[in-house]
């Protein structure tokens, strides 16, 4: 009997947050045009994928910020993305920062989080296998994945070394931890996941033929494991939803391969292997630097970076500790359980004290989100974590800690204004802060009340 040929596509779907729910801040918009593009993305990609059942074809992630965003939006996609999704939905963190940049509790509480919310539209289920915001990892991170009982994760090829030193293109491997546990890593095909990105979209069977064929014969075992952004197909390809159903419906079953999600990958005698430590699949560079220093994937003028970094690190340490004195010893599991309700919160009218403590840290958490230091300047993406560390500090002054908040307020100040701007060398990351915050009828109330007035 021939053996079937798997072919696994998994898309990795993700937006940030843009807008804020605090009621002092609802009206700004982080885009610098003032675009939704959630739902201009929802549109064009999320809605066509769902229409034509391409969820129940292909493995998946979806963190619970974006899915809390498109509740916002009240999306039809949302219904189809977590139904029936038990086997195709894949973990991830509730949010989507550098996992190994976050403390040991700051991971436990993104990544419990975003379990409880897969367990919400599951019934209790429990993903196997967690993707990675950027396939950031750490041995750290993978151990503490285990603790929330993921046996897997995905990866790029060149974050595992196989015991020969090569890269583990396309071969599933086993890590050893120092918890005495072990966590498989799935690393996908190089060459077809970078097909699926930028490979011609124009005709499925060519597609299969000269790109997916190749691969498939190229690899070890009878499984090719491929990644890539899930907005590929209809935002930055158009008609890349038809070609999707096209290929996985037609041109694939045509020339026999058979359509699988990320459980159905083969998992038994695995090789043991090494984790490449503080790697990801968008920076070659090295210990994670695209996102907090100097490296050559973006461009020669990454001096902003070091600076915008630790300014946000500074402010999650510093509410950290407050929220660890305010919300007790168990604040870890406090902060899992009240993530979602957290993000949402409006603010003081609807919010308790201790309410407010915990929306501070998760605000501030968001302002980790990693695109920020993603390209060659903050002037888009970056605005987004600027606007969430003003508004972790407000929901501290919504909980009576007018002192610490004002402390930490002018550290947060401070600190913006030594992230030199790359485009305007003689203004800051605070200057960038306050023009977002003039935008319309704000400007009337909020310097005196954030103390910008200065
Ligand atoms: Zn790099």
Redesign the pocket.
Known sequence: MALSKDILLHTHIYQPPRTVSHHLFKDIHTDPEHRDWTAIIDRECYQPLAEKGIFELISFDINGVLLAELERLNSPSLKKLTQNSRDNMVGTSYIHPILPDLSDSEKRIVIGAGLKRFQKDHHGHKPSVFWPPETAMDTKTAAILTEFDYKAFMCAPWQIKLPDGRPADNIPVRLNLPNGKSIIAIPFDRSYSAGLGFHDKSNAYTFVDHLVTPSFNDVPGQQLIGATDGETFGHHWKFGDHFLESLLKHALPSRGFRPIHSGQVDITDLPEAQLVERSAW?????DL??WSNH????GPDNSWKSNYYHTFKQLTAGIEKIARQELGGNYVNSMINHFETGFQNPGPSRSTPKESVLSAYVMALVGRTSCATFFDNPHTSGLINLLFGLVAIQHLKDAGLNRPGAKLEAEYMANLNRVTDPKHHQKTAKHMLENMLHQRHFSQLAPATLGLAR
């Open positions: 968008s920076c070659h560079c090295g630097k695209r490296c050559a994937c973006t």
